[in-house]
């Protein structure tokens, strides 16, 4: 249900005329273009052509990356030289072709996106990240520069990847149109409504386990889908109480299901707010 509804989502957001279904990419498809993408360099990066700055692309919705695509082979300034949903596979991309931009997903098969911001960051300072979400979160925009990204976009704000492009590479920071009235309303509020200022002491990869815990999502089911040992999720959940000052497992699924509640009810209330300030600037425009 959730993934339809992501890919309905993206659809609007890259191609608001097309209402075709997302053809779902086989295991070996994780490379731009053809497996020889790993080693031979792109089309317009070779010297032989005017340089274009190069872009990575890791998210785990096919439509989604294939959207960022379609942008950028629209553009005079970059061009793609790797994409994939997975995270293994990206770290080895982008140690190969050094990338100048990396648009990131947060959530990626085998791994967290936070955590694989990190990584890049470490690995080459220069590169610029772009996290794009699909869904606008000021809390994970938060987290996200603080990972190291220099940009935050939702795949609402798709128009505008190209622009962030260019202010990142730039040196700016970068911070997509669905987002911004969420960050400034959190910052004129002084986190008033934030969901608990103790789930701020959680790492992000902790706060990924607290969110699915969240939902109702089981140990092994998160095992799985994390691809990790149930041990290792038992360890983040042993953490999370002993941060939160929590004693059993179901204390730890309430909090989670009422820090849930509050993000989706926050959320509606700044989306609410944001649109009647829309409509009254409009009319007084």
């Known amino acids: 249900m959730q993934q339809r509804r992501d890919r309905r989502l993206a659809a609007r957001a890259f191609n608001p005329q097309r ?3 997302e053809k779902q990419p086989s295991d070996k498809k994780h490379v731009y273009g053809s497996k020889k993408s790993l080693t031979e360099v792109p089309d317009g990066v070779s010297g032989k052509g005017p340089t274009k700055a190069k872009v990575l692309v890791v998210h785990r919705i096919g439509f989604v990356r294939s959207g ?3 942008l950028i ?3 005079v ?3 793609v030289c790797g ?3 997975n995270a293994p596979l990206a770290r080895e991309l982008f140690l190969r072709h050094k990338p100048h931009v990396v648009v990131v997903g947060l959530r990626l098969c085998g791994a967290d996106g936070m955590q694989l911001i990190k990584e890049f960051r470490s690995l080459n300072p220069a590169a610029a990240i772009l996290a794009l979400s699909e869904h ?4 994970s925009a938060q987290r996200v520069f603080r990972a190291g990204a220099r940009a935050y976009l939702t795949v609402e704000d798709a128009p505008e990847l190209l622009r962030a492009f260019d202010e990142i590479l730039a040196g700016h920071p ?6 911004l009235p969420l960050i400034l309303s959190n910052f004129a509020g002084g986190n008033k409504n934030s969901c608990g200022s103790d789930i701020n002491i959680l790492s992000d990869r902790e706060l990924e ?3 699915f815990i969240g939902r109702g999502v089981s140990v092994s089911e998160l095992a799985m889908e994390l691809h990790v040992s149930v041990k290792t999720i038992e360890t983040h959940q042993m953490r999370m109480k002993e941060k939160l000052a929590l004693h059993t497992a179901a204390e730890l699924r309430q909090k989670a299901r009422e820090w849930l509640a509050k993000s989706a009810v926050n959320r509606i209330r700044e989306d609410t707010e944001a649109a009647y300030e829309a409509r009254n600037t409009s009319g007084r425009i």
């Open 83 to 85: 994409e994939t949903d």
């Open 174 to 179: 970068y911070v997509g149109a669905s987002v």
């Open 209 to 211: 386990i607290f969110s």
């Open 19 to 21: 209402n075709t279904r």
């Open 68 to 70: 960022v695509l379609s």
């Open 73 to 75: 082979a629209k553009s």
């Open 77 to 79: 300034q970059f061009v």
């Open 136 to 139: 606008a979160d000021a809390f």
